[in-house]
């Protein structure tokens, strides 16, 4: 699966590619962290970061395994199911350890969770408003 | 088929309420504490299986549309397979979201 990184189409209007979207849930976990900050509920800091970096882990993940698997011309490359589980249930050990340890806020995590949304909701507004 | 999920669902969905009813009286006897350790484990329990399901019909059925796109026009996969990943990924999150609550929700038992 080559990501090209080309910002548009072949018909003009812009095209999604990983990166960018990727750049955008970094932008979104900084501008989550960042507004914890400036409220300064600062016990919140740690769990939104950790949340923030399994979002992005969780994505970034997800886009290797299946960019492997469909990599192959005419096919799907076997053994990315196995890949896929393996990553599931590390993501459920992480949010387990992360909740049941008590060491993090579980609402700055759900927060930093959440900067995957908030990345999707900004990569769809910035090419809303480059396609105009 | 689709009465008959629905008529399992249904009959399921009474055993619950007739267990539920049963936990409750016994906990009623037993102390308030033990009633609500038994709607806590429920509500972990359906939360994380409600979310489950959904986000495992929603999973597949993007997977399905998207393999089904590709088969069907391979030059478009690079048009396809992003937003088919940030889909998988949104979904998974959603259940990730129940999960939290789940875990929460147990250690409050």
Redesign the interface.
Known sequence: ????GAPR?SDGAS????RS?ERKILVSAGVVLAGIAIVGEYRMLPGAACGAAI?YG??FL??KI??KA?SVEGGIRKGFVVQYVLK?LA??AA??LV??SGRFD?LG??LG?SS??FG?LLEGLSSAVETK | MFRKVSFTFLLALLFVAVATAAFAAEGTAAGTSDSVKTFIALAAGFGIAIASFGGALGQGRAIAAGLEG?ARNPSA???I??????G???I??LV??S??IA??LV?KM
């Open positions: 699966m080559a990501d090209t189409g095209v999604l590619t990983s979207l979002a969780n994505f997800i886009r299946l960019g469909f599931f993501l459920v949010v387990y909740v049941r579980v995590f759900l969770l995957l949304f999707v | 590709i996969q690079p048009k397979f992003i937003p088919m990943i940030v998988l990924a949104l998974e999150s990730i979201y999960l939290v875990f929460i250690g």
